[in-house]
């Protein structure tokens, strides 16, 4: 699905990170774990076509992402589903429309209609469907990305901090769905934080984690 | 042809989702219905000097290249001697068609705008006026000035010559700065546009942030801001050649004010020609927005 071959990444002058080899498989489910700063968010914005790598090669779903324009990238997009942990809405739009804003914008809006009520179902977000983003919960948040991020039936989900911003009880929730979505046969791939999420996670559902710390990325240890 | 026509009414019909992701930003609709209305309405003045002066170059180039006058300066006893002797001469001159003495009513009514009504002309020192019409190629004013020396020597012949062709040419440059003027009025109103869609665009980076996350393509984001520019464009544009067209309606009549404002509006099917403003106006916001757009979209990346 993606991958990336001995990819470096500089800002400024600066390498965040260098000979990064990864590969999300289909099917897969991966954490990555790091402390802040390390990069996680950059990697994985290479691995969604966000951004460009300055040096090795990034291939999604085996294609050169350097070599894609910009339409290229954006159908790639379809393909990857992203939560971002603050979640990024339309805020003058109510949540339905912003669930189905990934139909809306890839001209399939027609499918939207059946769709949208079993997702919003799934994601527990029915009675909040006419309500606008400003006006739910931090977790209503985070499910309704979630809801966003599957309602084109990626074949990636890419989630950075997910459960930052909600309890626990909430993140469990989160992860269920998560798994339940790679038990579909989605690649699922996490950025975070929470150990507590990665143990609950690996006593699911097979994991890798991965773990980015001095500018490079590796297997974390044995105490996961 | 057609697909260019399907198009634009596609973009007047738009795709009432995408537009629905932008939400309304009053500042630079304003800006942008204000901007297309005065500009527009500039655009009918200017489009009304350069077809009046248009008319007016054409009538004098026509018109004074056709006629001409003699002057005859003589003591009052001799003057109609020498009139009758120079429409002798006019009359058995090849390329003249007519050639008549003007009344004292016609020659009061030339001195009017200087000396006001009521002019005493038969009292006043005043030349006598021939005037000639030419036909054919015209006759030849060396030859005419050389019998007109020998037979009537208080004559004195004016082709026009001498200033009908600067008059001409400035009536042209005229023409030409109303042309001019049209075009910095279009390239003012895509500039100023562009700055209102940059405006749009910078004020949406949000807007902007979640559709290329959720896998829009630029021309489809390009497309929600084009299309309200445009039709703020064509609204406004359209206001303010109503506006325009009236306070040329309003402008003096030729038969009042005389003189060079005579001409300044349009006349007959020139009426026409605003109505090409607004529709030019939609296009100069359309390529000024989607320009801008493209690129703002490319530089975010």
Known sequence: MIDLENVAYSYGGAELFSQVNLTLAAGSFHFLTGPSGAGKTTLLKLCYGALQATGGQVRLF?????????????????????????C??????????????????????????????????????RKQANQLPPQLSGGERQRAALARAVIM???????????????????QRLLTLLVELNRMGKTVMIATH??????????????????????QLMQAGAEL | MKQYIARAFDLIAGDPQADRAVPPTGFTARLTLFT?????????????????????????????ARTSTLRISAPDDQVDAQLRAALAVLETTPGVAAARALTADEQRALLEPWFGPDLPVEDLPIPQLIEIIEEGRGYDPTGLRARLQAEVPAAVLDDHTRWREPLVDAA????????????????STGAMITLAAQAALAANAQVIRVMRLVGARDIYIARAFVRRFTLRALVGSAIGTVMGVLAVMLLPSADVAGGFLTGLGFQRAHWLWPLVIPPLAAAVAFFATRAAALRTLREQS
Do not use: C, Y
């Open chain 1, 62 to 86: 085996g294609e050169d992402a350097a070599m894609m324009d910009r339409d290229a990238v954006a159908l790639t997009r379809r393909r990857i589903g992203v939560v971002h942990q603050d």
């Open chain 1, 88 to 125: 990024q809405f339309l805020d003058h739009l109510p949540l339905t429309d912003n669930i189905a804003l990934p139909l809306t914008v890839s001209g399939r809006e027609g499918e939207a209609a059946g769709n949208l009520d079993d997702l919003m179902g799934w994601v527990g977000l």
């Open chain 1, 153 to 171: 039936s990626p074949d990636v989900i890419i989630a950075d901090e997910p459960t930052g911003n909600v309890d626990w009880e909430m993140s």
């Open chain 1, 194 to 215: 929470d150990m507590n999420l990665i143990r609950a996670a690996k006593s699911q559902v097979t994991t890798r984690v991965l773990r980015l710390k001095d500018r």
């Open chain 2, 36 to 64: 297309a209305g005065a500009m527009a309405f500039l655009a009918v003045f200017a489009l009304a000097l350069s077809l009046a002066t248009g008319r007016l170059a054409d009538r004098w180039a026509s018109e004074l």
């Open chain 2, 172 to 187: 042209g440059r005229l023409r030409s700065l109303g042309w001019v003027a049209i075009i910095l009025i279009a390239a």
